[in-house]
């Protein structure tokens, strides 16, 4: 019998602010994450979309992100996609990476590179993705926290996966 492909696609700013927003500043263990998520099925890679901070976005935005963004690189089998960051009156905007993830999911269920995708965002704009990718035969998985509205995501969906304290403490880093 073969064993069920799985590819993870996460909205890394969907995710941080979602996360944020409703559990503070909690650390994740983004090895353990995917293993939980993927349970006892074969992990092929994570793809991780975020808008690249470069040090002209200010040290404040630059520092923690590098920090963050050398942690994730050296996690094995986890791929990172870089947005950019545009500025909109006193802030900044995330531009691209919905887009690439969207692509690269599609992408990858055409080219028959796993057989479920598991997407890890509370973000309605990717219903449309995610019912092109069922219609290549895929299955697709979203995960997000329950307390984010995102029922259109939950109604295309084959199963939703939900990520409340219980999941998360499984895979948070434990300050020493």
């Known amino acids: 019998m073969l064993s069920e492909r799985v590819a993870i696609f996460i909205d890394g700013n969907n995710f941080y602010h979602r996360l944020k927003d409703l559990y503070g500043q909690i650390r994740i263990d983004y090895a353990k ?8 099925r074969v992990f092929t890679r994570a793809h991780f979309y975020i808008a690249e901070v470069k040090p002209k976005h200010g040290k ?3 520092d923690p992100h590098r920090a963050f ?8 089998y986890y791929v990172i996609r ?3 960051l545009e500025k909109a009156g006193n802030t900044f905007v ?6 690439y993830l969207a692509t690269d999911m599609l992408r990858l269920a055409y080219t028959n590179a796993y057989d479920t995708a598991i997407l ?7 219903v449309p993705a995610v019912e092109a ?3 290549l035969g895929k299955h697709v ?3 997000f926290m329950l307390k984010t509205r995102s029922h259109h995501l939950r109604q295309v969906c084959n199963v939703f996966i939900p990520i409340d304290s219980a999941f998360l403490n499984k895979c948070k880093v434990r300050k020493r």
Not at 94 to 99: G, I, L, N
Not at 120 to 126: A, K, L, M, P, R
Request: net charge negative; proline share 2%; charged share 30%.
């Open 141 to 143: 998985e979203v995960a």
């Open 133 to 135: 990718v069922k219609e």
């Open 33 to 40: 994450f995917a293993e939980l998520l993927c349970r006892d």
């Open 94 to 99: 995330e531009k691209a990476a919905d887009v």
């Open 69 to 76: 963004m050398n942690y994730l690189g050296n996690v094995p």
């Open 60 to 62: 404040e935005l630059y």
């Open 82 to 84: 870089y947005g950019r």
């Open 120 to 126: 890890v965002s509370s973000d309605g704009d990717f």
